[in-house]
């Protein structure tokens, strides 16, 4: 036996498609280098959803004062952050924590060159569970090396629901 399945078009619940809010998700950039004391753990300050940083909001979840996404519709969703650091010279290794409401949920850390590079990437991406209402940000943290700076080009914070 064979089925078929054959459709002139597919609309989401609201009528705009899959991806608006039906299926929402989100690309935070930076408008501007961070060169901020990161020795200690802060929040990446993710200030920007404009297309200007190759970002956008589809459900309207996006926090840019906060640096913070509420998680619109309870679901599985990926979540994914590359960051861009530099003058990392004296620095022995540098991490980002992923958090949803106050708890760590992700990591991803990287030991510096000790030849003395001062250029470091970070990536991270998951599939998480999350509920609707649940907050989730990034933190950033350098060991040994005060001068370091997050570089907003290729610096991001992407995500989406997948079921």
Not at 78 to 104: C, F, M, P, Q, W
Not at 116 to 123: C, I, R, S, W
């Amino acid at each position: 036996m064979t089925s078929k399945l054959i459709v002139d078009s597919i609309e989401g619940r609201t009528g705009k498609g899959f991806l608006t809010p039906d299926r929402p998700s989100f690309r935070a950039g930076m408008t501007a280098d961070d060169s901020a004391n990161h020795t200690t753990e802060a929040i990446i300050e993710f200030n920007s959803v404009s297309s200007s940083v190759l970002g956008h909001d589809s459900a309207g979840g996006f926090n840019t004062s906060t640096y913070k996404y509420t998680i619109p519709t309870t679901g599985i969703y990926y979540i994914g952050i590359n960051l861009r650091a530099s003058s990392l010279t004296d620095a022995s290794y540098h991490i980002v924590r992923l958090y949803k409401n106050g708890s760590e949920q992700a990591n991803t850390k990287c030991i510096e060159d000790p030849q003395g590079g001062n250029q470091g990437m970070l990536h991270y991406s998951g599939i998480f569970s999350f509920s609707s209402s649940d907050v989730i940000h990034w933190t950033y943290q350098v060991s040994g090396d005060t001068s370091s700076q997050i570089d907003s080009g290729g610096t991001s914070f992407e995500g989406f629901l997948i079921g």
